[in-house]
């Protein structure tokens, strides 16, 4: 960011906006002819309460492992929705295009088919961001050590997330290599060495225990 000439603040929140100016919670004033406010996304599932199909504590629709809504015959997918996760074991809400390109099959496929499917997609999303490729896979909550692979001041570089010594989250910057690695150890469930893996000449993949 501060190489493009943009300066990015964390923990910085905003006490009032004026005229041709943002007034932060410390004093501060930062002038701006535009404010663009980006405070996430919210499920617009109110046109369902008193269906019969339950919403979870954001409005989304509580789907269980195979994408089964409260309600009978009903299905739920995409960024509405949320699943339970075997892998992360906890409840998610994916808010990206590729939760809901995935979702669909696995309805499908239990509509149709006689064996119920588990849904437990590696959530994944990217970004573009001042001519850098940003991309992300995994959900590093309960990750319990952070492995670097690179120089975040380069301009490539990736950061691991272990849990256990198994890859749960990566981040990666101008390293798609990483990254396509890196969702598949993930999915594998493979035990990884910290120090193979700091290592940003080994491929990812030769950073297994």
């Known amino acids: 960011y501060a190489d493009s000439g943009a300066e990015l603040r964390t923990h910085a929140r905003v006490e009032r906006i004026e005229p041709g100016a943002v007034v932060l919670d410390d004093g501060s004033r930062v002038p701006a002819g535009a404010v663009v406010v980006g405070i996430g996304a919210r499920p617009a599932t109110a046109w369902l309460r008193g269906s019969g199909i339950e919403l979870g504590v954001h409005g989304e629709v509580l789907a269980d492992e195979h994408l089964r809504t409260s309600a009978p015959d009903v299905y739920a997918v995409g960024d509405c929705a949320s699943f339970p996760s075997g892998r992360y074991e906890e409840r998610l809400l994916v808010h990206h295009w590729d939760n809901a390109l995935q979702g669909p099959r696995t309805v499908a496929a239990n509509i149709i088919g006689e064996t119920p499917m588990a849904y437990d997609p590696v959530p994944y999303f990217w970004s573009e961001q001042f001519g850098r490729f940003v991309q992300y896979v995994g959900h590093h909550a309960p990750a319990d050590t952070t492995v670097w692979r690179g120089d975040p001041a380069g301009a490539a570089w990736s950061v691991c997330w272990l849990h256990e010594g198994r890859l749960v989250a990566l ?21 990884m060495d910290p120090d193979l893996l700091s290592d940003p000449s080994r491929p990812l993949k030769e950073a297994t225990a």
Do not use: F
């Open 171 to 191: 981040l990666a910057v101008g390293r798609p290599r990483d990254l396509a690695q890196g969702r598949r150890l993930i999915e594998s469930g493979l035990p």
